[in-house]
Structures are given as structure tokens and as C-alpha cells.
């Protein structure tokens, strides 16, 4: 039997949880097939985060923007495949 395979990659350097001590953790990743950017609350609607979680969870936001568009270059620049807008 076949496994299912996510198509996230989770940014495996992030490592907050909520400054209130609940177990409540986030997690960013990026789709690897379509470039799109995944922020996840797990286990709750909200998460507090204290000033340097913060600035952690935005520095991992920025990597996985960065590298959506690289998927996304990559992506739009195949055989058969328009860069600019059709006409």
C-alpha cells in the first residue's frame, strides 16, 4: 500500500509554542508543487507569542516566501508554459 505524501515542506527550524504555556505550536511550510505559503496555528484558533517568537515565526515567513517563488519561477517557466500574460 501506497503512503500519502504531503506536498508541505515545513520549516523544520521553527520552534515556537505559546507564551502561556499551552500546548499550542506553529507551523509554517511551503507547497512544493504550487510555491503557496502555509501558516498553521495547531491545536487552537490563537497563539500569544512573546517579541522574539514573534520575529521568529516573520523570519520563517520570509524564507518560505522566498522559496514559494522560486517553486513558482520554476513552475511558470516549464515546456509549454507562459511567463507573461496570455493574449
Do not use: C, F, K
Not at 509554517?28 to 498553521?40: D, H, P, Q
Not at 507569542?49 to 522566498?66: F, I, K, N, Q
Not at 517553486?71 to 496570455?86: F, L, M, Q, V
Amino acid at each position: 500500500m501506497l503512503s500519502r505524501m504531503s506536498a508541505y515542506s515545513s520549516d523544520l527550524d521553527l520552534h515556537v509554542t505559546d507564551a502561556n504555556g499551552n500546548d499550542i505550536e506553529v507551523d509554517v511550510a511551503t507547497n512544493l508543487l504550487t510555491g503557496a505559503v502555509r501558516l498553521s496555528v495547531l491545536w487552537a484558533q490563537e497563539i500569544h507569542l512573546p517579541p522574539d517568537d514573534a520575529e521568529r515565526v516573520g523570519r520563517s515567513l520570509l524564507r518560505a516566501a522566498e522559496h514559494g517563488r522560486r517553486i513558482a519561477r520554476t513552475e511558470g517557466s516549464g515546456p509549454g508554459r507562459s511567463t507573461g500574460p496570455s493574449q
